[in-house]
């Protein structure tokens, strides 16, 4: 997008080696990114919040009620025939989630 813009510019007759240049790409770049500041300095560089969100990425552990499934998992909960029966799918499932809880850090 930046190569692009300055293409533009080139073609508008602007001199990549002036300020002028530097400082009305740095305006359009923020503007075509969504800085509604319009490149003002300061404005984007205040320190913000830390992310927090429902992704299980920032779910503590000890709160996770899903528990994912790798490919390979599936594939042999499918082959020992325990995918297709519910009770034996969330007994297998429960073996798989304390396998990781304590299993795999030993």
Do not use: C, H
Not at 30 to 36: K, S
Request: glycine residues 8%.
């Amino acid at each position: 997008m930046v190569n692009a813009i300055d293409a533009i510019m080139t073609n508008q007759g602007f001199d990549p080696t002036s300020r002028q240049y530097w400082e009305e790409l740095t305006r359009r770049v923020a503007a075509r990114v969504g800085d509604d500041d319009g490149g003002a300095r300061g404005a984007s560089t205040r320190r913000r919040a830390p992310p927090q969100g429902g992704t299980r990425e920032y779910a503590p552990t000890s709160t996770r009620k899903e528990i994912y499934v790798t490919p390979e998992r599936k594939a042999a909960m499918i082959e020992a025939g325990v995918w297709d029966d519910p009770v034996a799918r969330t007994r297998m499932l429960k073996a798989y989630q304390a396998y990781d809880k304590n299993g795999s850090a030993n």
